[in-house]
């Protein structure tokens, strides 16, 4: 794949939609276990969950099954954005610096991943704000649709009302990519290597698992920070 190539960004952007909706329930209650506790707001300073399960089994009794996909529409608009030019602009910057894939260094990859990272979610972050709102809302937010949430916003908070948060948003974005993209690289290329599995779809699963979890763990601080 040269840098003109566009399947890094097709498929990158159909495969982050697709893991958005498996994973949507959980990111639902990493939210709402991120905003319980704070003294800001007086509504939130109950602890109701006492970890994922607990939150994913309250919400789905209080609330109900809607409301862990509370947010999905802006969700996957965002994964169709944010997940296209992230991981598109990835493999396109890598290309720009290195020609052969087998020339690829770990400060290259890091280098191209947190561009990548910050140029995509400064683009998408208005569907940020759309989705962690409608989360923490849970089943009251069903009552607005996106278009008309996205207006409301607008009109009460302006056009920065859509870009709040952007700062640690890209922050986020940026320890993310920088340090997930090239995980998954860095992985897959050593499995190959020791020869135990080829280049396969167990490969490309296990690299992406400990891409993930690396990735999850490094943003963490700034993803409670953003949210």
Partial sequence: MGPNDWRPFVYGGLASMTAECGTFPIDTTKTRLQIQGQRIDVKLTELKYRGM???????FKDEGFYALYSGIAPALL?????????????????????????????????????????????????????????QARGHTAATDSMLCSFIKIYQSEGLAGLWRGVGPTAQRAAVV????????DMCKKHIIKSGYLGDTKETHFLASFFAGFVGAVASNPIDVVKV
């Fill in 78 to 134: 965002r994964q169709a954005t944010y997940g296209t030019i992230k991981i598109g602009a990835y493999h396109s910057l890598k290309r720009l610096f290195v020609a052969d894939p087998k020339n690829e260094t770990l400060a290259i990859n890091v280098l191209c991943g947190v561009v990548a990272g910050v140029l995509s979610s400064t683009i998408a972050n208005p569907t940020d704000v759309l989705k962690v709102r409608m």
């Fill in 53 to 59: 399960s607990h939150a994913l089994i309250r919400i």
């Fill in 177 to 184: 990519a920088g340090v997930e993209l090239p995980a998954y």
